[in-house]
């Protein structure tokens, strides 16, 4: 069954056939998009939409600078995937050794999954590969709590004291830390999300 993408996480200016959410999946666009949440007077709103539409437990962060139409560009003129262009013949290559998804490589090295995406129009749904090149691995609500922290405490501060910490996890809809929760992870994608100075 075909659905029509309402996931706020998927980028619609994308070229279809291609279905990329580049909230979970593309650190520039991130950043980018936060800013102008950031200088938003609604910001704080708009940031649970987003929280809401980011998913999954463990996911994998492209850091490179491709942009996200970049990288559906390359991909899809790939020789693999241009002899592979239609929705039948995507799926019978994607599932042709018995899997649900193929690995394909683009010019800065990186490596991509590819999957067959039941979205209206964008049947070719992308996220980076696992320990490829330009890419890190963490945890949902940790790239949760980092945005919300970004949105209320800037692109520069890195005092991330319990309590910053825990006021970021409040936005979030995340428990405080304590127990089995810690900052280790969230200070991690904290050192990915940040504007640096030159």
């Avoid at 649970?48 to 980011?54: D, E, M, P, R």
């Avoid at 995937?81 to 929705?87: E, G, I, V, Y």
């Avoid at 193929?102 to 010019?107: H, K, T, W, Y």
């Avoid at 991330?160 to 280790?184: D, F, Q, T, W």
């Amino acid at each position: 069954m075909t659905n029509n993408i309402t996931n706020i996480a998927f980028n619609s200016e994308i070229p279809p056939p291609v279905a990329l959410c580049c909230w979970k999946h593309h650190l520039n666009y991130i950043i980018a998009e936060l800013d102008c949440i950031r200088k938003d007077n609604n910001g704080i709103e708009s940031i649970n939409n987003i929280f809401n539409s980011i998913g999954g437990t463990l996911l994998d962060m492209y850091t490179g600078e491709l942009s996200p139409t970049a990288i559906a560009l390359e991909l899809l003129n790939h020789p693999e995937m241009c002899r592979n262009a239609t929705p039948d013949s995507f799926r019978d290559w994607i599932g042709m050794h018995g899997k649900d998804y193929r690995c394909l490589s683009i010019s800065d090295g990186s490596r991509w999954a590819i999957r067959f995406g039941n979205y209206e129009g964008r049947f070719v749904h992308i996220h980076p590969g696992r320990k490829s090149e330009h890419t890190f691995r963490f945890r949902a609500a940790n790239l949760k709590c980092a945005m919300a922290y970004r949105v209320l405490f800037g692109w520069s501060e890195t005092n991330y004291s319990p309590s910053m910490l825990n006021r970021a996890r409040e936005l979030a809809k995340l428990p405080p830390l304590g127990g089995n929760i810690n900052s280790i992870g969230i200070e991690k994608v904290l050192r990915f999300l940040c504007v640096k100075k030159h």
